[in-house]
């Protein structure tokens, strides 16, 4: 009865281990190993049914080898009876017999048990080194993934800026675009108005040149009626001498009104464009006692009133000409010209005249140079030049050229051995040919030293203009 309730209660302690086995199975089954610390205290657990599988076959040993004592003592003891408890000893033992089969499969199954939880602790050994692997690497990961976080956000806010930068771009260009087409448009309404201007402009020179042309005519007719009315006189009797005191008051009224228009004509224009009252363009002049002269009047540059004298911008006028041309002048006001060497003269002979040169460089680098003083005297004196005051960037290139007279191809006043004027193929106020010189061969001989650098400036374009001095 003893070992019966010894057997029952070990199947009860084996199948309470067996739950217990399988309950932990099911836990590790059906959680998620989301930190180190779970699977360490999962892996203590695992540890703990492992100690108890381990435990549990000796004890389960030990209470066998107890039944088989027992059983000896037994068998010992009871020979006497065991032919008249045959039968039922027989049967008490198939039932031992089974119940040692069912404990020996129940043992391989434990055996396998522990076998399989062998393999799960040393699979939970390796999971976990794993991931303190995979930990280790995360945090050396975390601070280069931080500076790439960085410096794709600073990317980022880099590309936010250069398209913030582009779109202000855009803007501007359109703004740029609509001031370049109201500014077009603007100079198409200029262009006009100076059309009609200088149309206007061409029928006064007309009318003046008509004038002139009827003043010679009538100068001609004049003499011719003088000659002939004294060899009349000389040849005729009184009663002819009545017909040539009449005609000739009549042809003296005619010449004193033609005389008197032109007049008229040449005090209603102005002196110099510091008397201009109007916007930068085309207007004539009357330089002192020269003829009237057609130029151009910066009124945008400071506080305007400029009288261009000189333009060179693109080659299409030719600069090599002789004595007499460079006194009158010669081009177009609106392009390329030279405004003459006696309006220059008219214009600047009470010596309070500045002069002030732009240029611009084959590279587009603008240079300026302005003299507060600026004559050039009359033609008996071959024009000479005078200036004095320089400031700007250019360099004072007019001094090596101070007080030199003009020369052309037909008059050659400079002091160099050869003929600056020929050789550079243009006529200015030379000394030793190249120091200065903004008349000579376009795309060769257009230069102004630098003295600051030492070198020639090459000019492509070129605007010489004077104005009366600014009183302060």
């Known amino acids: 009865m003893c070992h019966s309730h010894e057997l029952q209660f070990s199947r009860l302690n084996y199948r309470d281990t067996d739950s217990e086995t399988n309950r932990v199975d099911i836990d590790l089954d059906q959680t998620q190993f989301r930190h180190p610390r779970v699977l360490r205290k999962r892996l203590e657990v695992v540890e703990m049914s492992s100690y108890f599988v381990y435990y549990f076959p000796a004890r389960l040993e030990t209470k066998l080898q107890h039944l088989e004592h027992r059983i000896r003592l037994a068998d010992d003891a009871g020979k006497e009876k065991f032919h008249s408890y045959e039968p039922s000893f027989e049967q008490r033992l198939l039932t031992l017999e089974e119940s040692d089969k069912i404990r020996a499969a129940n043992l391989l199954n434990v055996t396998r048990q522990l076998s399989g939880l062998d393999k799960m602790h040393s699979s939970m050994l390796e999971l976990l080194e794993s991931v303190e692997t995979i930990e280790n690497k995360v945090d050396k990961t975390i601070p280069d993934l931080k500076s790439e976080i960085s410096k794709m956000e600073f990317g980022s806010a880099q590309l936010t800026s250069t398209m913030a930068i582009v779109k202000e771009i855009q803007d501007n260009q359109q703004l740029s675009v609509k001031a370049m087409s109201s500014g077009i448009s603007a100079m198409q309404d200029k262009m006009d108005t100076d059309r009609s201007r200088l149309l206007s402009l061409e029928m006064q020179l007309s009318k003046m040149k008509n004038i002139t042309d009827n003043h010679n005519d009538m100068h001609k007719n004049l003499s011719s009626d003088i000659l002939t009315s004294f060899a009349a006189n000389d040849k005729m009797n009184g009663s002819d001498n009545v017909t040539v005191r009449v005609s000739f008051p009549v042809t003296m009224q005619h010449l004193t009104r033609i005389i008197n228009e032109y007049n008229a004509i040449r005090e209603n224009l102005p002196n110099d464009c510091s008397e201009v009252r109007g916007p930068s363009g085309l207007y004539i002049i009357t330089p002192g006692e020269s003829l009237p002269q057609l ?178």
């Open 295 to 472: 130029t151009w009047c910066d009124q945008d540059t400071g506080a305007g009133g400029w009288t261009v004298i000189q333009r060179r911008k693109d080659g299409s006028q030719k600069f090599n000409r002789n004595w007499n041309e460079y006194v009158l002048g010669f081009g177009s006001a609106e392009g390329e010209f030279w405004l003459g060497n006696e309006a220059i003269h008219q214009v600047t002979r009470d010596n309070d005249t500045a002069l002030r040169i732009e240029l611009v460089d084959i590279y587009g680098q603008v240079w300026h140079a302005e003299y507060d003083e600026f004559a050039v005297t009359s033609q008996a004196d071959g024009y000479r030049l005078h200036v004095a005051g320089y400031h700007g960037n250019a360099s004072d290139a007019l001094e090596y050229q101070n007080h030199m007279q003009f020369s052309t191809i037909d008059r050659d006043r400079d002091v160099s051995n050869t003929n600056c004027a020929a050789n550079y193929e243009g006529g200015w106020w030379f000394s030793h040919c190249q120091h200065a010189n903004l008349n000579g061969k376009y795309n060769m001989g257009l230069t102004w030293f630098d003295r600051s650098r030492n070198e020639w400036i090459a000019v492509a374009r070129s605007e010489m203009k004077v104005r009366r001095r600014v009183r302060t």
